[in-house]
């Protein structure tokens, strides 16, 4: 891995950092998606498992991240893969957002396909459902996506997040977003569920520290098509802004529904906002809406540049979003432990994690003692003219 990592820098441009500027066959092991099949010189394959929504609520985005887990694989098989010369091979399982189906396929992974890590569970829920299995077995887990605080907080040694958590964004952006874009008196809507709940709190905490008010709170559900009560509420407390959360289906309804009912202040959130299928789904109703996000296209990174190329090869001229750069991150993340582990012993992979110390598509990482990444960009986008821009970014501090 450490060869993978001087050529990745080799080949890629150096840039400025911190400046802005439903798949088919989804269970791909052996694929040439993963790489070129007919290299395995160095000896049998390694098996990662990525648990990912490829159907239900959240396929749209579970796609794009299977699409990233799939880029970072090929990356690192056309590039000497790991332990002189061993493939990564991706099992992919579908946890359908939901809690019992992630860790069924937890168990799957780990007891029928014998994988050597775990990457996944994506949403906050499902993430945690996982999370006990990872421990009952002792396999290491990657999450690339679920931002709830309180899973760095269980204490779970196999356990690793390499995205930040809901609170550290918002308190990179809350006071920009308060005195700049939006006001003092905000309402709310989230997705129900860990995360929404997670972002939603902190938001109103430093909402409240800075002496603002909570007008009202909506919640809904995954799979609700009807908005329009949540949302007439929030339009007669008149607010100041409207701070949301929720992945792609949601998002665009949220967008869609709230500017039929003439909701006009400006919607600030954490999900799917800067995603370009929601921007081609939302059409005009995502326009000059804000979201706190992990990744976007245009950031001036060393590895961007490369991610964005081979993203756009494998999905024939799509451009990336949060969910693929944070599941290629945790793929390059989780290939460098193995790597750098020498084997694939469970705790010497784990014991490796603890010492990362690389370049990911969003700058550097680093896990502090629970397992919590930190030294990457985030950023704040805002949907303009069809696209998500930059408006401002921030580096994610240890804890």
Same mark, same amino acid.
């Given at each position: 891995? @450490?060869?993978?990592? /001087?050529?990745?820098?080799?080949?890629? +441009?150096?840039?400025?950092? /911190?400046?802005? %500027?439903?798949?088919?066959?989804?269970?791909?092991? %052996?694929?040439?998606?993963n790489g070129d099949p007919a290299s395995d010189a160095g000896g049998s394959?390694? !098996? +990662?498992g990525c648990i990912l929504p490829i159907s239900g609520s959240s396929a749209y985005d579970g796609e794009s991240a299977m699409n990233g887990a799939k880029a970072a694989a090929k990356y +690192?098989? #056309?590039? =000497? %893969? $790991?332990? =002189? &010369?061993?493939?990564?091979?991706? +099992?992919?399982?579908?946890? *359908?957002?939901?809690? #019992?189906t992630a860790a069924s396929a937890a168990e799957k992974l780990i007891n029928s396909d014998?994988?050597? *890590?775990?990457? %996944? &569970?994506?949403?906050?829920?499902?993430? /945690? /459902?996982?999370?006990?299995i990872a421990a009952q077995y002792g396999v290491p887990l990657v999450t690339a996506i679920a931002t709830s605080a309180k899973l760095t907080e269980e204490g779970n040694e196999w356990f690793f997040r390499a995205v930040g958590i809901s609170s550290l964004y918002i308190s990179s952006f809350a006071e920009k977003v308060i005195n700049e874009i939006g006001g003092k008196n905000i309402a709310y809507i989230y997705e129900n569920g860990d995360w929404g709940l997670g972002s939603v709190t902190a938001f109103q905490q430093c909402v409240e520290g800075l002496g603002g008010t909570t007008l009202t709170t909506q919640v809904v559900n995954s799979t609700d098509a009807d908005l329009y009560t949540q949302l007439t509420a929030i339009k007669n407390a008149n607010p100041d802004a409207v701070y949301a959360v929720s992945n792609l289906a949601n998002a665009v309804r949220i967008a869609q529904q709230a500017k039929e009912l003439g909701i006009t202040c400006p919607i600030i959130g954490e999900g799917a906002w800067a995603s370009g299928d929601f921007l081609s789904q939302a059409g005009d109703a995502a326009e000059g809406i804000y979201g706190m996000v992990e990744y976007l296209p245009d950031i001036n990174t060393e590895l961007n540049p490369m991610f964005t190329q081979l993203y756009s090869e494998i999905t024939n001229?799509?451009?990336?979003?949060? !969910?693929? *750069?944070?599941?290629?991150? *945790? $793929?390059l993340v989780m290939a460098n432990a193995i #790597? @750098?582990?020498g084997n694939t012993d469970a705790a010497a992979i784990r014991d490796a994690l603890r010492e990362t110390d690389m370049t990911i598509v969003t700058g550097s990482i680093k896990f502090d003692e629970k397992g919590q990444g930190y030294g990457f960009e985030t950023f704040l986008s805002k949907n303009e003219n069809g696209a998500a821009i930059c408006a401002g970014s921030a580096i994610v501090s240890a804890g």
């Amino acid at each position: 891995m @450490k060869r993978l990592l /001087a050529i990745l820098l080799s080949m890629c +441009i150096v840039l400025t950092m /911190a400046a802005c %500027g439903g798949p088919a066959n989804p269970n791909n092991s %052996g694929d040439t998606e993963n790489g070129d099949p007919a290299s395995d010189a160095g000896g049998s394959p390694v !098996y +990662i498992g990525c648990i990912l929504p490829i159907s239900g609520s959240s396929a749209y985005d579970g796609e794009s991240a299977m699409n990233g887990a799939k880029a970072a694989a090929k990356y +690192i098989n #056309d590039n =000497g %893969g $790991v332990l =002189g &010369g061993r493939r990564i091979e991706l +099992i992919i399982e579908d946890s *359908a957002t939901d809690p #019992d189906t992630a860790a069924s396929a937890a168990e799957k992974l780990i007891n029928s396909d014998h994988v050597s *890590a775990l990457v %996944g &569970g994506f949403n906050s829920s499902c993430t /945690a /459902a996982v999370m006990p299995i990872a421990a009952q077995y002792g396999v290491p887990l990657v999450t690339a996506i679920a931002t709830s605080a309180k899973l760095t907080e269980e204490g779970n040694e196999w356990f690793f997040r390499a995205v930040g958590i809901s609170s550290l964004y918002i308190s990179s952006f809350a006071e920009k977003v308060i005195n700049e874009i939006g006001g003092k008196n905000i309402a709310y809507i989230y997705e129900n569920g860990d995360w929404g709940l997670g972002s939603v709190t902190a938001f109103q905490q430093c909402v409240e520290g800075l002496g603002g008010t909570t007008l009202t709170t909506q919640v809904v559900n995954s799979t609700d098509a009807d908005l329009y009560t949540q949302l007439t509420a929030i339009k007669n407390a008149n607010p100041d802004a409207v701070y949301a959360v929720s992945n792609l289906a949601n998002a665009v309804r949220i967008a869609q529904q709230a500017k039929e009912l003439g909701i006009t202040c400006p919607i600030i959130g954490e999900g799917a906002w800067a995603s370009g299928d929601f921007l081609s789904q939302a059409g005009d109703a995502a326009e000059g809406i804000y979201g706190m996000v992990e990744y976007l296209p245009d950031i001036n990174t060393e590895l961007n540049p490369m991610f964005t190329q081979l993203y756009s090869e494998i999905t024939n001229g799509k451009s990336p979003d949060k !969910y693929a *750069a944070c599941d290629f991150n *945790a $793929v390059l993340v989780m290939a460098n432990a193995i #790597d @750098k582990a020498g084997n694939t012993d469970a705790a010497a992979i784990r014991d490796a994690l603890r010492e990362t110390d690389m370049t990911i598509v969003t700058g550097s990482i680093k896990f502090d003692e629970k397992g919590q990444g930190y030294g990457f960009e985030t950023f704040l986008s805002k949907n303009e003219n069809g696209a998500a821009i930059c408006a401002g970014s921030a580096i994610v501090s240890a804890g």
